[in-house]
């Protein structure tokens, strides 16, 4: 067995992953541990290295980077152009729009060789304002423009906690948008409100849109998305009569505005936010377009989606305090395959893996195969539970008499013996199926 070579196969024996069990030094003694936290880290997902900060290893950033592909796809389809801005934004811009405050800790500074001083940026209203106004005046005729990007962020926390919930290094999606008017503005901010629908319905997990709190970032018109769940840091009161949700600080009675029956406190984690921001960054910074040779600034809105902490918001809903659990198409790997073990009488159908790999890659299904063949079949279908793939094919005792294979539903723990064509079918009728999504609840307009 040692001798055989899996073609363009991922093997598990090969990934880097966690073999230190113990939580590491960098969390103090008042540091919150939660059991998505030391799941993700006992399961090779994220590797703490620093107080709030962590590395994403093989596994975590193969979430991530289907996460990333999710949220591609959606900025896509309403036409949003994605760009990279520089990590560091100068400071003389946050001073520009008011935001910069001296004494603000939760600012990462940075003095350079030349004396200039830069922020780490946790966001970038400043940094695309400025390299629009470099390039502009804009033309109306690509307007409404939307520009997003997904890159780390920064924020000095006093006390980071909960791992990627709330950490010093975070993953956003960032999208900026500018309209000639406030109504084009609107019609854009709903747009988008539409296309994050989208993203957390694929998601498939229960959340609820909220009227937001627009803090330090301002605006008019400010939505929320978020994650019921007991370690969450936000309050948000929910009206169960007419669907009425809004963040506690923007809303301080107990009696829901529209109808007066009482508002429920619900622990949340915030997973999504929304500003139309009106001129507030564009006209100190002179975003401007031009209309019948008169310049005018342009109606900005702006857009976050935290990618790392839907990650960890998501295991600390869906795991079991064993077991991680992801969202529909989140998982590290869709299908582990187990082989046979070494030295057993089924041990010759092992030529049976780059088979089933192939039918699984026409099917466009990623798949690793558990090659730690020293391990029994049941150890190595209890580590797909524990990291959470959702399915494992296993070429068990029935693969040699019966050339029958196991299909292993991990999250519904259903065993279905199929053929080679069986396991073909099994899933194109999963894929033809709608995904089954959790009924949305949004914040009545």
């Given at each position: 067995m040692a001798n055989?070579?899996?073609?363009k196969?991922?093997r598990?024996?090969?990934?880097?992953k966690s073999t230190?069990?113990t939580l590491?030094d960098?969390?103090?003694?008042?540091?919150?541990?939660?059991?998505?936290?030391?799941?993700m880290i006992?399961?090779?997902?994220?590797?703490?290295?620093?107080?709030?900060m962590?590395?994403?290893?093989?596994?975590?950033?193969?979430?991530l980077?289907?996460?990333?592909k999710?949220?591609?796809r959606?900025?896509l389809?309403?036409?949003?152009?994605r760009?990279?801005?520089?990590?560091?934004t100068?400071?003389?811009l946050?001073k520009?729009t008011g935001?910069?405050?001296?004494?603000?800790?939760?600012?990462?500074k940075v003095?350079?060789?030349?004396?200039?001083?830069?922020v780490?940026?946790?966001?970038?209203?400043e940094?695309?304002c400025d390299?629009?106004?470099?390039l502009?005046p804009i033309?109306?005729?690509i307007?409404p423009l939307?520009?997003?990007?997904i890159s780390?962020k920064?924020?000095?926390?006093?006390?980071p906690?909960?791992?990627?919930?709330?950490s010093?290094?975070?993953i956003m999606k960032?999208l900026?948008?500018?309209?000639a008017?406030?109504?084009?503005?609107?019609?854009?901010?709903?747009?988008v409100?539409e296309a994050?629908?989208?993203?957390?319905?694929?998601?498939?997990?229960?959340?609820i849109?909220?009227?937001?709190?627009a803090?330090?970032?301002g605006?008019?018109?400010?939505h929320?998305?978020h994650?019921?769940?007991?370690?969450?840091e936000?309050?948000?009161?929910?009206?169960?009569?007419c669907?009425?949700?809004?963040?506690?600080?923007?809303h301080t009675?107990?009696e829901?505005?529209?109808?007066?029956k009482?508002?429920?406190?619900h622990n949340?984690?915030?997973?999504?936010h929304t500003?139309?921001?009106d001129?507030?960054?564009?006209?100190?910074l002179?975003?401007?377009?031009?209309?019948?040779?008169?310049e005018?600034p342009?109606?900005?809105g702006c857009?976050?989606i935290?990618?790392?902490r839907?990650?960890?918001a998501?295991?600390?809903?869906?795991?079991?305090n064993?077991?991680?659990r992801w969202p529909?198409?989140?998982a590290?790997?869709?299908?582990t395959?187990?082989?046979?073990k070494?030295g057993?009488?089924?041990?010759a159908a092992v030529?049976?893996v780059?088979?089933?790999?192939?039918?699984l890659c026409r099917l466009g299904?990623?798949a690793?195969?558990?090659?730690?063949?020293?391990?029994?079949?049941?150890k190595?279908?209890?580590?797909?539970?524990?990291?959470?793939?959702p399915?494992?094919?296993?070429?068990?005792?029935?693969?040699?008499s019966?050339s029958?294979?196991?299909l292993y539903?991990?999250?519904?723990?259903k065993?279905?013996?199929?053929?080679?064509?069986g396991?073909?079918?099994?899933?194109?009728d999963r894929n033809?199926?709608?995904?089954?999504?959790?009924?949305?609840q949004e914040?009545?307009?």
């Amino acid at each position: 067995m040692a001798n055989i070579k899996y073609n363009k196969i991922s093997r598990l024996s090969q990934i880097l992953k966690s073999t230190n069990l113990t939580l590491p030094d960098v969390f103090d003694k008042s540091e919150i541990v939660s059991k998505g936290y030391v799941n993700m880290i006992n399961n090779g997902i994220i590797k703490p290295v620093n107080r709030g900060m962590h590395v994403l290893l093989p596994l975590g950033f193969r979430v991530l980077d289907k996460l990333t592909k999710l949220i591609d796809r959606e900025m896509l389809n309403i036409g949003a152009q994605r760009i990279l801005l520089p990590a560091l934004t100068a400071t003389k811009l946050w001073k520009k729009t008011g935001r910069y405050e001296p004494d603000n800790n939760e600012l990462f500074k940075v003095t350079d060789r030349y004396e200039k001083e830069y922020v780490l940026s946790p966001t970038f209203e400043e940094g695309v304002c400025d390299v629009l106004s470099k390039l502009g005046p804009i033309s109306s005729k690509i307007l409404p423009l939307k520009l997003y990007q997904i890159s780390s962020k920064w924020r000095d926390e006093m006390k980071p906690r909960l791992g990627l919930l709330r950490s010093r290094e975070f993953i956003m999606k960032d999208l900026y948008t500018f309209d000639a008017n406030l109504d084009d503005a609107t019609n854009t901010y709903n747009l988008v409100c539409e296309a994050y629908t989208k993203i957390f319905k694929q998601l498939g997990i229960e959340y609820i849109k909220a009227e937001g709190d627009a803090g330090s970032i301002g605006g008019s018109l400010s939505h929320e998305y978020h994650y019921l769940s007991k370690v969450g840091e936000d309050i948000v009161l929910a009206c169960k009569s007419c669907n009425y949700y809004v963040n506690k600080n923007v809303h301080t009675q107990s009696e829901c505005p529209h109808c007066n029956k009482s508002l429920l406190k619900h622990n949340a984690i915030e997973v999504g936010h929304t500003f139309l921001l009106d001129t507030k960054y564009s006209q100190p910074l002179k975003v401007l377009y031009k209309e019948q040779n008169v310049e005018k600034p342009l109606v900005m809105g702006c857009f976050g989606i935290g990618l790392s902490r839907i990650m960890a918001a998501a295991v600390e809903i869906l795991s079991t305090n064993e077991e991680l659990r992801w969202p529909s198409g989140l998982a590290p790997y869709t299908v582990t395959i187990i082989p046979p073990k070494s030295g057993s009488k089924e041990e010759a159908a092992v030529s049976y893996v780059e088979t089933i790999n192939e039918i699984l890659c026409r099917l466009g299904i990623d798949a690793v195969v558990d090659d730690r063949t020293g391990l029994t079949i049941g150890k190595r279908v209890l580590y797909t539970r524990t990291v959470g793939c959702p399915y494992a094919i296993i070429l068990g005792k029935s693969v040699i008499s019966k050339s029958m294979f196991e299909l292993y539903d991990v999250y519904n723990d259903k065993y279905h013996a199929v053929t080679l064509e069986g396991i073909s079918d099994y899933f194109m009728d999963r894929n033809s199926k709608e995904p089954e999504n959790i009924l949305l609840q949004e914040n009545r307009s």
